[in-house]
C-alpha cells in the first residue's frame, strides 16, 4: 500500500494525544484516534508503524487510518481527534416555519361546511389541495400541531372568545 500521508508529530503533541488518551473522560472513539495517532507518527520519537500494525492494535480499517492521517495532515491535530460535522442535513428539512404557520392559519379558520371543526385528516387533505405542499400525512399534521401547543379539540381554536370576569 502506498504512504500517501505522513503523520510527524512534534514533543508537544505527542505529550497532548498521551495525556489525551490516559486522562479525563473522553469519547472512546477520540482516545482511539489519539492512540492510533501516536502509533503512526513517523517522527524521531515515534515508533513507525505501519497501518497494517496500527489497525491490529486499534482494531481499526487500513482505510480508516489513512483517513486520520489525511485529516491530520490536512487539518491538524484537534480536527483529526473530532468527528467531522455534517455539511447538510441527513434529510432536507421538508416542513419549516412557512408550512407552520399556513398549517395554523388554516386550523384557525372556519372548518368546511358540515363540520364542526377541522380533523387532522381533512386539514392534510387541504393543505396538498391548497398546494402548500406535495403531498403530507395526518400524523405530520398531528405532529406539527402538537409541537406548536395547538389544539383541535379546544372550543375556541385560534379565535378569541370574551368572557365575563366575575365580580367579587
Given at each position: 500500500m502506498v504512504i500517501r500521508y505522513k503523520v510527524t508529530l512534534t514533543q508537544e503533541e505527542r505529550e497532548y494525544l498521551d495525556k489525551f488518551s490516559k486522562t479525563?473522560?473522553?469519547?472512546?472513539?477520540?482516545?482511539?484516534?489519539?492512540?492510533?495517532?501516536?502509533l503512526v507518527d513517523q517522527g524521531e520519537h515515534g515508533p513507525h508503524a505501519t497501518e497494517e500494525t496500527v489497525g491490529i492494535a486499534t482494531g481499526l480499517s487500513p482505510k480508516s487510518i489513512e483517513r486520520l492521517k489525511k485529516r491530520f495532515v490536512e487539518e491538524?491535530?484537534?480536527?483529526?481527534?473530532?468527528?467531522?460535522?455534517?455539511?447538510?442535513?441527513p434529510n432536507p428539512i421538508k416542513f419549516d416555519g412557512k408550512f407552520e404557520a399556513h398549517l395554523i392559519a388554516l386550523?384557525?379558520?372556519?372548518?368546511p361546511g358540515g363540520r364542526s371543526r377541522w380533523t387532522v385528516r381533512l386539514l392534510a387533505e387541504k393543505v396538498v389541495e391548497l398546494n402548500i405542499?406535495?403531498?403530507?400525512?395526518?400524523?405530520?399534521?398531528q405532529n406539527t400541531l402538537k409541537k406548536t401547543n395547538f389544539s383541535l379539540t379546544a372550543p375556541p381554536t385560534g379565535k378569541y372568545l370574551r368572557t365575563e370576569t366575575p365580580s367579587s
Open positions: 479525563g473522560q473522553k469519547a472512546a472513539r477520540s482516545v482511539l484516534l489519539a492512540r492510533a495517532l501516536l491538524g491535530l484537534e480536527a483529526s481527534l473530532q468527528r467531522k460535522k455534517r455539511e447538510t442535513p386550523a384557525c379558520s372556519d372548518p405542499v406535495d403531498q403530507v400525512s395526518p400524523m405530520t399534521i
